[in-house]
Structures are given as structure tokens and as C-alpha cells.
């Protein structure tokens, strides 16, 4: 009986926890989740990061020298140590919560790689105001968890986001973005820096940018993004291909790989 009752107690703190978390996100338009990966994890996860990473950047080094931003798609496919963050313990519920029970993959997930001493590869901007006809302040589109490898201190060109832009009536004026590509600095922006294993999640409609990685260190972080299940997938080679959804047997998992049907009148999801 105790046992039961412990269980409960945790089950219900639990669930305050994703809902404060929830409220918070829904206010700023982000949050970090501290030591969302165990270490033991994460150094297994770095250590196939790495190896894939070392490589991808010689054949992008070869095509393209100094690029500010190197990444490669469908990462969850790439080796099984990162198809669990699909559905990570310490995210997923605060992901869910958000975005409601047709929740789905937009993509198979990135692993992005800002080389040692470049600047910004991207100046302030939303990641949808390419959609035309969807008036603002919009509804959250995408949702995008970036688990950090390592540590990412304030001169690693940490991702930059302004609080509560994402219910802005409009997207970033253009006049925060130099001629030369290069962000203004907008009182009040949160430079996003912290341990290894840390998850930031944020709205794709919060206005954000990169900034210079000033250090002699990559900063790396492993990128996975959520919709819902009516919106279509990102294209291009970023979409889970047809042979790693049918892979998977949980129910959960293959919602998430957009298998099923989108439009369920019955309310009957996976998630
Ligand atoms: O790499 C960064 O710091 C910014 C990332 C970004 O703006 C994006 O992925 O849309």
C-alpha cells in the first residue's frame, strides 16, 4: 500500500511539474530542461555524434570551407542511440501537452555542428513566416527540442531568442538583420547557455537568431522537431523515410513516424 501510495504521490508531482513547465513555455515561448540526458547517456550518444559528425564535416570542409553552420538530417535513423530522443522521458510529456494528442514528427531529427571561430549563420527570424495566409500572433506551428552534447558557454554562439516574440503581431522587421547578415542585438534576448545534457524547447514562431561561435570549441546539439499530425512532414531529405517508420512496433513510435491517418473523428490517438 505504501508503495502504491508512493508511486502516486510521484506520478502526481509529475504531472505539476509538465504542467508548470507547460504554463512557462506558453508565456515565454521556451524553456530548458537541465539534465534532460543522463550522463551515462549522453556520453554514449556524444561518442556516435562525434564519430559521425568528424566525418561529415571533411566531405562539407571539402565542398564548402568554412561553413558556419554543419548538419546532418535524419539523424534518428543514423544509429539506434538516437531514436529514443523521439520520445524522450524528460520532454516528451511537456511536448505532448503542447502540441495535443495528434502530436507528430516534422522530421528524423538534425545533428547540428557550429565550427570553432565563425560567426552567425542566420540573422532574427521566426522558422514559419514563409507560410502565407496564417495571420499573427499565430498558434505554435513546430516545436523543436535541441538536446546540448556538451556545455555551451556564452561564447560558443549560444541559440538567441527573444521571450514571448512568439505571440508578436507580426515577424522580425528586417531591419534587425544587417546588410551583412549579422543579428542586432535586441534588448531583452536571452542568449540560451548551459550544461551538457540540457534540452531547449521552443515555439518556432519565437524570434530568434545565431550568433558568433567566438570559441575554439563546435557547439553541438542533436535537434528534433514536433507537429501536428496534419501538417506535412519538412521535405528535402529531412522526412522519415517509409523503412524506419514500419520499423517501429510501439504505437506511440509509429504516430510519431506520421503512419495512420491524420484526420481521426474518433479522438483515439497514440500519444
Ligand atoms: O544555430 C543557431 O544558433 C540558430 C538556429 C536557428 O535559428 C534555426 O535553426 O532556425
Not at 538567441?160 to 543579428?183: I, Q, V
Not at 550568433?211 to 522537431?225: A, E, H, Q, W
Request: aromatic content about 8%; proline content about 7%; hydrophobic content about 40%.
Amino acid at each position: 500500500m505504501e508503495a502504491i501510495l508512493e508511486e502516486t504521490e510521484k506520478t502526481t508531482e509529475h504531472a505539476s511539474l509538465v504542467e508548470e513547465r507547460v504554463r512557462r513555455f506558453q508565456r515565454d515561448g521556451y524553456l530548458v530542461i537541465p539534465d534532460a540526458i543522463p550522463k551515462k547517456m549522453l556520453d554514449v550518444i556524444r561518442r556516435k555524434f562525434d564519430a559521425l559528425m568528424t566525418e561529415h564535416c571533411k566531405l562539407v570542409d571539402a565542398l564548402q570551407p568554412g561553413a558556419r553552420r554543419i548538419y546532418m538530417k535524419r539523424i534518428i535513423e543514423r544509429d539506434a542511440v538516437f531514436e529514443p530522443l523521439m520520445d524522450w522521458p524528460a520532454t516528451f510529456p511537456i511536448v505532448r501537452q503542447i502540441v495535443g494528442a495528434d502530436v507528430t514528427l516534422a522530421s528524423a531529427g538534425e545533428a547540428d555542428c557550429r565550427p570553432p571561430r565563425t560567426g552567425p549563420w542566420i540573422g532574427w527570424h521566426t522558422d514559419t513566416s514563409w507560410m502565407p495566409g496564417l495571420d499573427y500572433p499565430r498558434q505554435i506551428n513546430w516545436l523543436r527540442c535541441a538536446y546540448f552534447v556538451d556545455d555551451i558557454t556564452d561564447d560558443m554562439g549560444p541559440f538567441t531568442l527573444l521571450p514571448g516574440s512568439h505571440r508578436a503581431a507580426h515577424p522580425p522587421p528586417s531591419a534587425l538583420t544587417g546588410p551583412n547578415g549579422d543579428p542586432a542585438d535586441i534588448e531583452g534576448a536571452v542568449r540560451i547557455v548551459g550544461k551538457a545534457g540540457s534540452c531547449l524547447i521552443n515555439s518556432t514562431e519565437i524570434w530568434h537568431t545565431s550568433t558568433p561561435n567566438r570559441s575554439d570549441r563546435s557547439r553541438k546539439l542533436l535537434m528534433m522537431i514536433y507537429k501536428h499530425a496534419w501538417m506535412r512532414q519538412w521535405e528535402d531529405g529531412h522526412e522519415i523515410s517509409r523503412e524506419f517508420a514500419e520499423r517501429q512496433t510501439s504505437p506511440l513510435r509509429r504516430q510519431l513516424c506520421n503512419l495512420g491517418v491524420w484526420h481521426r473523428y474518433d479522438w483515439v490517438w497514440d500519444a
